[in-house]
Structure formats: structure tokens, C-alpha cells
């Protein structure tokens, strides 16, 4: 059974940082797809950031030079470090993971299977 549970998420005023976390439980294979997404409320879930099994990332170019995402395979923790906090930025932030990596760096939602519950993040 595998979960997915996001923490990290908060307000912040603009120009500020925040951390978000993943843990996982259940997830184990070779390769795979983690990624964080973000959605206002009234609007599509968005893509923010993806990282795959061989080490390669893609972000959304919104968010391109502000946020890193990175994996700790020793704890199977995901992060999205965030700089320079914007408003717009505010947002419910998921993270989803699926095994397999050839879909990874399209950001689209619908490759990927498992999904936490979201963490608000709120930039003021």
C-alpha cells in the first residue's frame, strides 16, 4: 500500500522560503516518477517540478530558477525547496509518484498514480 504525505507547507510573506516535504511508505522500485504539483482552488492542478530516477528534473517555467526539487533516497523523502516566494505562488501543493520514468518530465498529471493529501502554502 503506498503512501504519499506532504508537510513543510505555510504562510510566508513574498520573497520568503519554505520547504515541503514527501514521505513515502510502499514505494520501492528501480526506477520511477515523483513530482510536485499545485492547484488554486477554481483551477486545473498545475505541474511545479519532477524528478525521475535517473536524476533528471523539469520545472514549470514559472517557477524555473526559484524552486529545486530533490529526492533522499535514504529516508524516501521528496523535497520542493522554494525561493523567492510569490504571491502567486500560493497554493494546495501535492506530490504524486509512479513507477516507470518515460512519462516523467511532462509534468502531466494523468501519468502519474499516487497522490498525497496536499499541503497549503499561502504567500503574502
Known amino acids: 500500500h503506498v503512501q504519499l504525505v506532504e508537510s513543510g507547507g505555510g504562510s510566508v510573506e513574498a520573497g520568503g522560503s519554505l520547504k515541503l516535504s514527501c514521505t513515502t511508505s510502499?514505494?520501492?522500485?528501480?526506477?520511477?516518477?515523483m513530482a510536485w504539483f499545485r492547484q488554486v482552488p477554481g483551477k486545473e492542478r498545475e505541474g511545479v517540478a519532477a524528478?525521475?530516477?535517473?536524476?533528471?528534473?523539469k520545472y514549470a517555467d514559472s517557477v524555473e530558477d526559484r524552486f529545486t526539487i530533490s529526492l533522499d533516497n535514504a529516508d524516501n523523502t521528496l523535497y520542493l525547496q522554494m525561493n523567492s516566494l510569490k504571491p502567486e505562488d500560493t497554493a494546495m501543493y501535492y506530490c504524486?509518484?509512479?513507477?516507470?520514468?518515460?512519462?516523467?518530465?511532462?509534468?502531466?498529471?494523468?501519468?502519474?498514480?499516487?497522490w498525497g493529501q496536499g499541503t497549503q502554502v499561502t504567500v503574502s
Open positions: 524528478i525521475d530516477s535517473d536524476g533528471d528534473a
Open positions: 510502499g514505494f520501492a522500485y528501480s526506477t520511477y516518477c
Open positions: 504524486a509518484a509512479d513507477y516507470g520514468v518515460g512519462f516523467c518530465l511532462a509534468l502531466s498529471e494523468a501519468d502519474l498514480k499516487y
